[in-house]
């Protein structure tokens, strides 16, 4: 499946694409983080973007492909439990498509206004991701809108310029943690690894309360698992994408499961030391490294923040717990 990651001149390519709407997003050493840590403990900063994630990336890319292939829509739809669809909806705008985005019900309050204020219609129907993918999916194919998907190729190019960011801003990472939540951030460690030729070692990370892609790794093909986090939203995924897996299985150094009180320690954590907020799956990366730590010694660790979007409450709620 690596012949379908984006090359380095593919790469390349895409981060001026992304380059029109930001600059690339900082990476730092924080010196608490690494002492707390035992090692040289750097993060890439996705929650710096314009949307508070890393995701804008692939929706940029996604659309600039569209363009290039003369295949614009009216309309697009997509499912996102909030950071997806906001990349979806700023590139909507950006380029004059009406955007319609499916939610589960008791979605993230400040998630959903952000995705409303860049334009986007929601729908709130079901009670996880996969059941408004669904929905999502036999909308547009009622209405005739375009679906965009929560993995694509176009949407991997976008999303690698990250990896290659942080790769070549410091080369001398040993090890990668890379949240999963539909597989986008992961494969595109791994293409933007394979692109630069880098030996770093990509480990996953998903929640504990949310298995399909550790029980689909370890079982070789797609497997279903209950969502029961209520704190890492972004790593809600109730099916593995299978084109995602294919990337994965020869790839990924192995899978990290962290729980809901590992990420919200996480959390407080990455607060406490760098003053950056951090979503629950923009936490579970330094959350598996700190379940790690007594292996990495001397190492040079990378971990994403990959978004910042929670909730006031339930930011407050978290850092209200006594450490």
């Not at 050493?29 to 840590?37: M, P």
């Not at 909030?82 to 985005?101: D, E, F």
Request: proline fraction near 4%; glycine fraction near 8%; charged fraction near 20%.
């Amino acid at each position: 499946m690596s012949e379908h990651l984006p090359t380095l001149a593919d790469i390349e390519a895409a981060a001026k694409v992304v380059y029109r709407e930001f600059a690339p997003t900082p990476q730092y050493r924080w010196a608490t983080l690494s002492q707390r840590l035992g090692t040289d403990c750097w993060v890439k900063h996705e929650n710096h973007t314009p949307v508070g994630a890393f995701k804008i990336r692939g929706g940029l890319t996604y659309f600039d492909q569209l363009r290039q292939r003369g295949e614009m829509p009216k309309e697009v739809m997509s499912a996102t439990r909030g950071n997806h669809g906001q990349s979806i909806a700023w590139a909507a705008r950006s380029h004059g498509v009406g955007c319609t985005i499916v939610v589960p019900r008791g979605n993230s309050v400040e998630k959903n206004a952000a995705m409303r204020a860049l334009g986007a219609t929601l729908i709130e129907h079901g009670e996880d991701f996969q059941a408004s993918r669904e929905h999502a999916i036999g909308l547009a194919q009622a209405r005739g809108a375009h679906m965009v998907p929560s993995f694509h190729a176009d949407l991997l190019r976008g999303v690698s310029t990250y990896w290659w960011e942080f790769l070549r801003a410091v080369p001398a990472l040993d090890v990668v943690y890379v949240p999963i939540g539909q597989g986008s951030g992961a494969c595109s460690a791994i293409a933007a690894k394979l692109a630069l030729q880098h030996p770093v070692r990509v480990v996953g990370v998903v929640s504990s309360h949310a298995t399909t892609y550790a029980d689909s790794l370890a079982a070789g093909h797609v497997v279903e698992a209950p969502v029961t986090t209520v704190l890492a939203d972004g790593m809600a995924c109730r099916v593995a994408d299978a084109a995602a897996l294919d990337v994965l299985l020869p790839h990924l150094e192995r899978i990290v499961q962290v729980s809901d009180d590992e990420v919200a320690q996480a959390m407080r954590m990455l607060f406490a030391d760098t003053h950056n907020v951090a979503e629950g799956a923009g936490a579970a990366s330094f959350a598996a490294a700190w379940r790690e730590r007594a292996t990495l010694k001397g190492q040079v660790v990378g971990t994403t923040l990959c978004g910042g979007n929670v909730d006031s409450d339930v930011l407050a709620a978290v850092l209200a717990v006594q450490r």
